[in-house]
């Protein structure tokens, strides 16, 4: 099986491809990026108080559903992951099962999807550094939603300036501080979750109780378990960024599958177990402030650990919100580069030249900052509109997803597979539960974008112009999309000269050592 820096080159060039970024990452660089996009300190804490006003302490039953569910098209995309090893993750597995237009599409959403997705994550800070210190707070005093809103700009654009140096920098630097990141958020979880379940005043039955939630409100039980699952969703996305990553990642037919299936895994546990210990551990289950963006989890944990645990605690939220940005930056500078070097992007020559020993994407790195710390100074004078942006990004993340097992679907019932053949040993292979699986994963992705897209007064407001905004939208972007694609980009789709695979001696090895440097780490 390929496992050499020649053979990944190789293979590389059977898409058309020549070897340009540094493939230098290992397995546990492959794992930490996508364990970190999900973040689950960045993501439970942050959403918990959402589930909770919808479904009381029942809510955790919505975290299982939506884990079964993702792992799902984690499945599928371990598949395209092993079959099409190429950077930009969706974008080329849906190209590669589907159309040109429908791979476009794909690559278009989900870059618009990461772009507000970093914007929402930088403004995560805002909760945590100013409770650890009001030295962070440098408007006001906090107490007014209008220095709130400015504070959070300052802080989520230092933020945003940092992954943008560490991206630029290089693959290298990035995995350096993301593993270091994942390392600490690992037992930063484990050992939050051991503190809660020591500190738990009640058992498990608890989690059973919806204390009154669904009860005379439309659509009933079934209506609140609905609305509650909005919250794993909001967590839950982002582990298909190991595939992103694909063309620096040393073996990536074997690493990148494994990785995104692990990734996923230990999110889903740790937070499902983060979640149960949180609810048998809070004083009052009756509390409002529970359902309450103030309040939360992390009331949970100042209350019952004390102030010092907690901020000890706050602290590792901060870096955890760090490399979760650091994530999303890296998958989002993948997929600009995926996208250019076909020729699919406007000031495509620019947007994927790769400079300097770094042997990364520089413009994208800083193209990426600008947009997100744009959306960020949005925030100061309309953070409801952020909000609300930010809500429809995870429903244009699942409706990427939609986009790549939809065709692979179609692809299974059309050609009786959705990939091509890898050499033995190394393509990860569903084997005869491809269909089932498949077929499961696209009915769920449709369920997800539905039930995300819904038009509840608590994520989109009350005004009926922000409870539709997720419709109008993702119609609106998808027009684009498809208009410009029409117009303009499929007349210029195509790998991009300098882009392309040439014919290579792969037995000298100064070759291999100029296409490919670098040690996996």
């Known amino acids: 099986m390929p496992g050499t820096e020649n053979d990944d080159v190789r293979d590389l060039a059977t898409f058309g491809y020549k070897q340009e970024l540094d493939r230098s990452l290992g397995s546990f660089s492959s794992f930490a990026a996508g364990f970190s996009y999900i973040s689950i300190l960045t993501g439970v804490p942050q959403m918990f108080y959402l589930g909770y006003s919808a479904g009381g302490p029942a809510f955790f039953w919505t975290w299982p559903l939506v884990f079964v569910g993702q792992f799902l098209v984690a499945l599928c995309f371990a598949e395209m992951a092993s079959a099409y090893p190429l950077s930009g ?28 997705s970093l914007a929402a994550v930088a403004l995560a800070l805002q909760n945590t550094l100013p409770q650890i210190s009001g030295w962070f707070q440098w408007f006001g005093d906090g107490s007014r939603p209008e220095d709130q809103a400015r504070n959070a700009v300052l802080l989520g654009c230092a933020l945003i300036a940092f992954t943008t140096v560490i991206n630029a920098v290089g693959v290298k630097l990035m995995a350096y501080v993301n593993n270091a990141g994942v390392f600490a958020e690992l037992l930063g979880v484990i050992l939050l979750i051991v503190l809660l379940f ?43 960024t190991a595939g992103t990553l694909a063309e620096e990642t040393s073996n990536p037919r074997r690493r990148a599958p494994r990785a995104i299936l692990r990734a996923l895994a230990a999110a889903g546990v740790a937070g499902g177990l983060l979640i149960a210990a949180g609810i048998m551990a809070m004083p009052d289950p009756a509390d409002p402030a529970m ?21 000890v605690f706050l602290v590792e939220v901060v870096f955890a919100v760090v490399v979760c940005s650091l994530a999303v930056h890296a998958g989002t500078v993948r997929l600009i580069f995926a996208m250019a070097r076909d020729n699919s992007l406007p000031f495509a020559e620019t947007l994927a030249k790769v400079t300097g020993e770094t042997r ?46 939809t065709p692979m679907l179609l692809a299974r019932f059309r050609d009786g597979r959705a990939e091509e053949p890898a050499p033995p040993g190394d393509r990860f292979s569903l084997g005869r539960w491809g269909l089932p699986v498949n077929l499961a994963a696209t009915v769920w992705g449709v369920f997800v974008v539905i039930n995300m897209s819904w038009p509840r007064a608590e994520i989109y407001g009350d005004h009926p112009i922000g409870r539709y905004a997720a419709l109008h939208a993702t119609a609106g972007l998808l027009a684009i999309g498809a208009t410009y694609y029409l117009a303009v980009g499929r007349l210029r789709a195509g790998v991009r000269p300098e882009h392309a695979a040439e014919e290579l001696d792969f037995a000298d090895p100064g070759v291999i050592a100029q296409l490919a440097p670098g040690e996996s780490s």
């Open 198 to 240: 020591w500190h738990a005043v009640r058992g498990p039955s608890i989690l059973v109780e919806t204390y009154e939630r669904g009860v005379g409100e439309p659509g009933g039980y079934l209506g609140a378990f609905l609305a509650a699952a909005v919250m794993a969703s909001y967590v839950m996305y982002g582990f298909d």
């Open 291 to 311: 359902g309450q963006v103030s309040g939360g989890l992390p009331m949970v944990i100042k209350t019952v650990l004390g102030p010092s645990v907690g901020t």
């Open 360 to 405: 990364t994407p520089i413009a994208p790195a800083i193209v990426t900052g600008i947009l997100a710390a744009g959306i960020l100074l949005v925030n100061v004078n309309a953070p409801r509109l952020i909000e609300t942006m930010c809500a429809v990004a995870l429903v244009w993340a699942n409706l990427a997803y939609l986009m790549v097992t």
């Open 89 to 116: 993750g969706v974008y080329q597995w849906s190209k590669q099962v589907g159309t040109p237009l429908g791979g476009w599409l794909t690559g278009w959403v989900y870059l618009a999807c990461q772009i507000l």
